[in-house]
């Protein structure tokens, strides 16, 4: 992606897991953090449609980089990466594959996150 200006982005990723046979959720592994390069955008009124509704109403961007992010998806046992955008926490809405041969690279929507649903969830 030589042609995008870059940002340094942190991504949090926490641990993946499943249901064991007793019904239990056992995480795999330790949460993570690393940082990728991105250009960041504004989406546009009809990239918005793309999104789930309820995500509508929050301040949305638009990643492109090199690295994989991930979303959340019903029954994977994968939870949505969160970035770092300018201190801000977002999390990874929806990713679409681009495989060209020319720049492959992925785009990725993120929404911000509201106090209601911060990371990792607070303690009381």
């Known amino acids: 992606m030589s042609g995008f200006r ?3 982005l942190t991504v949090k ?9 007793s019904g239990f959720f056992k995480v795999s ?5 690393f940082t990728i390069t991105a250009s ?14 309820n995500r509508r109403q929050s301040e949305i961007k638009k990643l492109y ?5 991930y979303g959340t998806e019903k029954g ?4 949505a990466d969160i970035v770092i955008i300018d201190t801000q926490e977002f999390e990874v809405v929806r990713v679409y594959t681009w ?8 785009k990725i929507f993120v929404a911000k996150r509201t106090t ?9």
Not at 29 to 33: A, E, L, S
Not at 99 to 106: G, L, Q, R, T, V
Not at 116 to 124: R, Y
Request: hydrophobic share 20%; no cysteine.
């Open 116 to 124: 209601n649903d911060s990371f990792p969830p607070e303690s009381s």
């Open 13 to 21: 990723r926490k641990a993946s897991g499943d249901y064991d046979s």
């Open 76 to 79: 994977s046992g994968v939870n």
């Open 65 to 69: 980089t090199s690295t994989e992010l």
């Open 40 to 53: 960041v955008q504004p989406v546009t009124g009809s990239e918005m449609l793309l999104l789930p509704e």
């Open 6 to 8: 870059k940002y340094t």
């Open 29 to 33: 592994g330790p949460d993570t953090d």
């Open 99 to 106: 495989k060209n041969n020319i720049i492959d690279h992925y």
